[in-house]
């Protein structure tokens, strides 16, 4: 008698002894069976391997970058027709990326996720081809996604992505990134039936300048819009940004402008939005402090600039300055000696620079070189 014979409950484990370990294998399923990750990087990917996901929450897959119209030879099947499964998915957050997606594909994708609970959804990095993307027929329902991030995605059609996206979605839509799309604009036409959006991110656009700001006028109309970023942009001066902002009577309170050439342009004249609560100027190239600041401001962020004197500003609660010349102790007072600081300051119209404030910043300065000064000859 063999000894598998002995133990038939060894012959039935036999098969899950000789699955592959998971170190292999293309899918991971975390202990919880709440996050799924896929990477599909390999020449001859398992992508029947999927199905671990099939009950997970978040779903992660990473296409390699393979060219997914070989789904396209399989008879797709209608999402309507297994409308009950998916409507008992779990998932709520998928991200794609990596691949190349023909259009009628994505159009089944995006179909059979009107019958799921999704809330976000993320494409990263893929190559849209085959167009068009047809819009979704009167008998499809809506894409109740609460999020939607657009990243490097190559638009290979006619008009732009959002364009024909759009029509998919709910207006319920809350966060909306369009990075790396390489825009030249903000796509107001789109955006407007959004008006329950409360972030947008339009960072990695480098084409995107003041002027672009200045003739978003949809962000009048925005009015839940409270973060706004635009990092790596093309933009140029604080002072038009300011101005643009200004023109387009938006209401935001968080804004991201990092990683932009902001220092070295004259300053016009200028009223921030009042709802302005706090700024990321960090990577800005500024060698002093901007003026006017936003009246309430509470959050600023000027790390990895180029100044050279440590700001007092007693107004801003969270200060961030790490990365600035100042902070390196020996080299900024040679720094200081060297070269003087300039003066950034542009009265505007709507600033109301009390003299107390300046009181107080000049006696704070004072204070700060008493101290030094007793530190030193103490
Ligand atoms: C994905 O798999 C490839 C090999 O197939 C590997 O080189 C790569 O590091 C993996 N990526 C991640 C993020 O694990
Ligand atoms: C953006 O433009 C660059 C340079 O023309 C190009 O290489 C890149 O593929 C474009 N990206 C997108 C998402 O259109
Ligand atoms: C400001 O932007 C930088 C760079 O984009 C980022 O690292 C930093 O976390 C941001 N600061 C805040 C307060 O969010």
């Known amino acids: 008698m063999e000894p598998w014979q002995r133990w038939p409950l060894l012959l039935l484990l036999a098969p899950l002894l000789l699955l592959p370990s998971s170190a292999s294998a293309s899918c991971e399923l975390d202990e919880e ?10 020449p001859n990917p398992e992508w029947d391997r999927i199905a671990m996901c099939i009950s997970s929450v978040q779903a992660d897959i990473d296409g390699g970058g393979h060219n997914l119209d070989i789904f396209l030879q399989k008879v797709i099947a209608d999402p309507s027709k297994i409308s009950d499964i998916l409507r008992s998915l779990r998932l709520k957050r998928l991200r794609l990326r990596g691949a190349q997606v023909p259009a009628p594909l994505l159009h089944q994708l995006l179909k059979a996720l009107t019958y799921t609970r999704i809330e976000e959804l993320s494409l990263v990095d893929l190559v849209i081809s085959m ?31 959002l364009a024909t996206v759009g029509p998919w979605l709910k207006p319920g839509l809350k966060a909306l990134s369009l990075t790396g799309l390489n825009l030249s604009y903000v796509p107001c036409p789109e955006l407007d039936a959004f008006g329950e959006l409360n972030s947008l991110d339009l960072s990695d656009n480098p084409e995107i300048t003041e002027n672009g700001l200045t003739s978003a006028l949809c962000f009048s109309k925005l009015q839940a819009l409270k973060d706004l970023a635009l990092r790596n942009t093309g933009l140029q001066s604080l002072g038009r940004v300011c101005r643009a902002l200004e023109a ?10 990092s990683y932009n050439e902001l220092g070295g342009k ?35 962020d000027l790390s990895y600039n180029l100044l050279r004197k440590q700001p007092q500003l007693p107004q801003v609660t969270d200060l961030i300055l790490e990365g600035n010349p100042f902070a390196y102790a020996g ?5 200081q000696r060297e070269q003087p600081t300039e003066d950034c300051a542009v009265l505007s119209r709507g600033s109301k620079f009390a003299g107390a404030t300046l009181a107080f910043l000049v006696s704070g300065t004072a204070a ?11």
């Open 33 to 42: 069976g709440n996050n799924c990750y896929c990477n599909f990087s390999a």
């Open 248 to 257: 387009t009577e938006t209401n935001v309170q968080r804004l991201d402008i």
């Open 266 to 300: 004259p300053w016009p004249q200028c009223t921030w939005p009042p709802s302005l609560l706090s700024l990321n100027l960090s990577h800005a190239n500024l060698k002093c402090v901007p003026k006017p600041l936003p009246k309430k401001l509470q959050q600023l």
């Open 368 to 378: 700060l070189a008493l101290l030094r000064w007793t530190r030193e000859f103490a």
């Open 131 to 161: 167009p068009p993307l047809l819009p979704p027929s009167f008998s499809d329902n809506d894409l109740r996604l609460k999020a939607l991030h657009l990243h490097r995605v190559l638009w290979t059609g006619e008009g732009n992505l």
């Open 331 to 335: 080299a900024s007072a040679r720094l």
